[in-house]
């Protein structure tokens, strides 16, 4: 098997996997960062988001040969921040968003990488960046209050 080098919320993380490995399985049953979660496995649910470099991608349909190159930064929601002070989590305990959780971590890995990009997002842009995440408690009313009450925190 091939050995990755992968810069993972600041550290290098070596594995050997299948070149078609996604990065969902790396993280989890080989790094154990177990945060990011399984949802429908063909990047349609959001609920595998993490950041590449910044952007929201979805973990389970990227094979983790696309990710091991020098330049390339991931970040998983337990790099989001070491304490859970990030305006996004913050915002998330405020509003009391999470009803079964499972969909969370993806929801703040979207909100965060849309922040990062557009730190005063209308309604429109936030209803927009959200809408690849799927909530199956349906708490999109709570999510987006979330994320317009993080903006103002930034």
């Known amino acids: 098997m091939p050995q990755y080098s992968l810069h993972i919320n600041g550290a290098i993380h070596q594995v050997d996997v299948d070149a078609d490995t ?3 399985w790396v993280l989890r049953d080989h790094l154990q960062l177990v945060g990011t979660k399984y949802g429908c496995g063909i990047g349609q649910c959001g609920a595998c988001t993490i950041h590449l470099n910044g952007n929201a991608i979805r973990s389970c349909s990227l094979p983790v040969s ?6 390339m930064k991931l970040t998983t929601i337990e790099g989001l921040s070491k304490d859970g002070t990030h305006p996004v989590q913050k915002a998330w305990l405020e509003v009391d968003v999470a009803q079964c959780g499972y969909c969370q971590a993806g929801q703040i890995m979207s909100a965060a990488a849309l922040l990062e990009r557009n730190p005063n997002p209308s309604e429109d842009d936030i209803r927009n960046a959200m809408t690849g995440n799927l909530c199956r ?8 209050k979330a994320v317009a009450m993080a903006a103002k925190d930034l």
Not at 66 to 71: D, I, L, R
Not at 137 to 144: A, D, E, S
Request: proline share 6%.
């Open 66 to 71: 696309a990710v091991a190159n020098e330049g």
């Open 22 to 24: 996604p990065v969902l």
């Open 137 to 144: 408690c349906g708490t999109y009313t709570r999510i987006n």
